[in-house]
Each structure stands twice: as C-alpha cells, then as structure tokens.
C-alpha cells in the first residue's frame, strides 16, 4: 500500500446517501485496510444506515466530553459528511478534521446553503476544507461550482451538489489521506453565513406580505424538497398551518 499518513479514520454524517457513495470509494481506491468507522449523530435514524451500509454503525454524541477524548485517542483523522454536529474545540485541536460541505465556502457558509443560494440568487457548489472552531469556516482543500437553474428546487440543487461532493472526494481522498495537498485561503473568508434559524424564519409565509413574483417563486422552490414541510402559511381560520411546495415542468 501506498505511503499514508491517517491510518485510523473515523467518518461522522448524517446523510447515509454519501456514506454508501464513500464506501464505495474506499473499495475502488482500494483502502479497505485502513482502519474505516462510520458513526452518526445521535438524531439520525440508526437503522436506516445500518441497512444502506457494509461497515458497522455507531451513534456518537459530540457534546459528551468522554466520547471526544476517546475520538481523539483512537483516531487521526476525522470526516465530516453532512455531519449536523459542532465539532468541539479539543477535536479540532488534536486530530486532522476534515469536511466535505454541500456549499461553495465562503460564499454558501452554514445550513442548507443550495436553500439560500436559490433565494438569495448566490452561486452554489462543494467544497472540502479542514474543520477550525468556525462553522465552515477553515482551510479550503477543493471546492468547484455546480449549474444552478431557474428549474430547480432545493431537492434538484442538492443532488446535483452532491454530485459533486463525490467528484471532489475521488479527487481528493488519497492526498488528504497522504497529507499531501496545498490549501486556500481565500480573500473574503467570511463569506456568507446562513444557521438553522434563518432557515425557520423563510418558511412562514407572511400572507400580508405584497411580494414580487420571481421572489415568491423563489422562495418556493427554495423551500420544496422532495417530502418535506418547509414553506407554510397558517389558516387564519383555526390557526392551522398550511404547507405549500411548487411543481416545475419545463416545455419540451
């Protein structure tokens, strides 16, 4: 086997998708040697990823100290996939942390960055970058832009964003684990940064509110993805909320 420096990884997600797609990696690029354990956060569904995966799966809460010190004495890599956990500051400090972000840092910075990228009319893309003590905040590994369409919702937008997770991770995977890459920094690294609560406040609809049509359609689609209750209104009649998605369909 090849010279490589990170021998004992552990991977975090919470997209059991990629994890299947990262196992897949492993086994064409031919490192089912190294010392591989995948782990979820503790509100992801256990099942689910036991079904999806070959490798066994384990729950990890990272804000119980004991689980991180046992995180940074059995292991010398970490990465984040989709990963919904903060990693701790001792983490961070002690082993090599790694994050494959479904965003183009610095400009798609926090959650769900293919939501805000739709509405706020920002390009998207993936990046992978070493993990600091801010949120997508470190050292930038790879990261390229995806198309984005006037057609697409969040659900489309993320596909085709991990996508091109997976084409950086083939890309990238054997020089991270050689720790063999150069990094970028880039001149605004602040970027923009989106959290879960500016995810909550988009999804009230305000029926009040006068808006533009383009940026009503855009919320819309923005807020669509696949099953999922995002976009709502309440019923001013018995105060229910009511949620709305949209359906796009291109002439042929």
């Known amino acids: 086997m090849m010279s490589l420096v990170y021998r004992n990884i552990l991977v975090i997600s919470d997209n059991s998708h990629l994890c299947r797609e990262f196992e897949n990696l492993i086994s064409e690029l031919e490192l089912e040697k190294l010392n591989w354990v995948f782990s979820i956060s503790p509100f992801s569904n256990l099942s689910e990823f036991k079904a999806k995966l070959k490798n066994e799966v384990s729950i990890r809460n990272l804000k119980e100290h004991s689980?991180?010190?046992?995180?940074?004495?059995?292991?010398?890599?970490?990465?984040?996939?989709?990963?919904k956990q903060i990693f701790p500051k001792l983490m961070v400090k002690n082993i090599k942390c790694i994050n494959v972000h479904p965003g183009y840092n610095p400009i798609?910075?926090?959650?769900?960055?293919?939501?805000?990228?739709?509405?706020?009319?920002?390009?998207?893309g993936a990046t992978i970058h070493e993990i600091d003590e801010?949120?997508?905040?470190?050292?930038?590994i790879d990261r390229k832009f995806v198309k984005k369409s006037i057609t697409d919702t969040s659900l489309s937008l993320y596909s085709k964003v991990i996508s091109m997770e997976i084409q950086l991770l083939k890309k990238n995977l054997l020089n991270i684990l050689q720790n063999d890459y150069k990094t970028l920094s880039p001149d605004n690294k602040e970027?923009?940064?989106?959290?879960?609560?500016?995810?909550?406040?988009?999804?009230?609809?305000?029926?009040?509110?006068?808006?533009?049509?383009?940026?009503?359609?855009?919320?819309?689609?923005?807020?669509?993805?696949g099953e999922y209750s995002n976009a709502y209104f309440v019923n001013?009649?018995?105060?229910?909320?009511?949620?709305?998605t949209i359906r796009l369909e291109e002439e042929e």
Do not use: M
């Open 191 to 225: 970027g923009n940064l989106f959290l879960k609560k500016d995810f909550n406040e988009l999804c009230k609809i305000d029926l009040s509110r006068n808006y533009q049509a383009k940026d009503f359609i855009n919320l819309l689609r923005a807020l669509t993805h």
């Open 108 to 124: 798609n910075r926090g959650w769900y960055p293919q939501v805000f990228a739709i509405v706020n009319e920002l390009p998207i």
């Open 67 to 83: 689980t991180v010190v046992e995180i940074c004495k059995d292991f010398d890599l970490v990465f984040s996939i989709h990963c």
């Open 236 to 244: 001013p009649g018995n105060n229910r909320k009511v949620f709305v």
């Open 134 to 140: 801010e949120l997508d905040h470190g050292e930038i």
